[in-house]
């Protein structure tokens, strides 16, 4: 039996991080989308501790205040410094994205692949719930999950997730039906490896390039999903910043003249959404067994 040593281990991260030099430098778009997700990232997890203002302190002499040096966008009703509730907000979306989207991932890829490996029955029982789940809106169906439980984070990150298994499992069916007969696969059988391992090791990393597409596009999702459960007051309850509650705030001072409370965090929404789609050719490139040559 073969034994990794530390140089080999050496060539191998060499080898990993070359191949995500040459993705990144073939695919611009996938540069910028991963610089705007770093700084998601800092923000998320620095912002806090760099925000020049206490997200939730109110401030009476400085109320509705357009976008100054002071304020770069503006203060709300309350006096509170935008920016800083901005910013601050990242940490409970993204999380709340993550959080949903890693769950669904790990429940859509474990029943997809065993109903597309062995099929029959559980393939069949699969399919129904999966057609009872999606034959509802999306939207309309996580609503009423986090209206049955309660509007908490941990109710908010469960409705998503059970709203986006369907998506993994049926994609993970589809690619584990199709390879689980191929010649590989027959190979592996007979060199004495149990369908677990044949599962883990040879069919599921063949998934994974269309999976982390999927990924992708389901943070994004997830995050509109959350602010927009907070919008229509299902979600995050304030004062805590989050940025569907923000834009929810913002929406009743857009007609009096006070356009910056909705606009910079929607726009901070939109392009946390817009990164997360253009990662999706990156990350599929960079985890596609074919492409490592």
């Known amino acids: 039996m073969t034994q990794s040593t530390p140089q080999t281990s050496t060539v191998a991260r060499q080898g990993m991080l070359d191949h995500l030099v040459y993705v990144l430098r073939g695919n611009p778009v996938t540069l910028i989308a991963f610089v705007m997700f770093a700084l998601i990232l ?17 401030d009476s002499d400085h109320v509705l205040e357009a976008p100054s040096l002071q304020h ?6 309350l006096g509170r410094d935008v920016f800083s509730r901005v910013v601050v907000a990242t940490r409970l979306d993204l999380t709340i994205s993550v959080a949903a989207v890693a ?53 908010i990150i469960y409705a998503t997730a059970i709203i986006n298994i369907p998506f993994y499992a049926r994609l993970v069916r589809a690619e584990v039906n199709i390879r689980r007969d191929a010649g590989f696969v027959r190979a592996a059988k007979l060199s004495g490896n149990s369908d677990i391992r044949i599962l883990a090791t040879h069919i599921f990393p063949n998934t994974l390039p269309p999976m982390m597409v999927q ?18 007051g299902l979600g995050v309850r304030p004062p805590t910043p989050e940025w569907g509650i923000l834009v929810a705030e913002g929406a009743n001072y857009i007609v009096s003249g006070e356009w910056w409370l909705a606009l910079f965090p929607g726009l901070w ?23 490592r040559t």
């Open 215 to 232: 990924v992708s596009l389901n943070l994004g999702w997830a995050i509109l999903n959350a602010a927009g459960l907070s919008f229509i």
């Open 72 to 77: 770069w966008f503006g203060t709300d009703n």
């Open 103 to 155: 769950l669904s991932f790990v429940i859509g890829s474990v029943l997809g692949a065993i109903a597309g490996y062995w099929g029959g029955v559980l393939d069949a029982m699969l399919n129904r719930i999966l057609d009872t789940i999606m034959a509802f809106p999306l939207f309309v169906l996580a609503m009423g999950i986090v209206a049955a439980l309660g509007n908490t984070i941990e109710n």
């Open 269 to 291: 929404l939109m392009i946390a959404v817009f990164t997360f789609n253009l990662l999706g050719d990156g990350l599929r490139d960079i985890v596609d067994p074919r492409k």
């Open 42 to 58: 800092v923000a998320a997890v620095f912002g806090p501790s760099l925000v020049p203002y206490d997200p939730l302190a109110s």
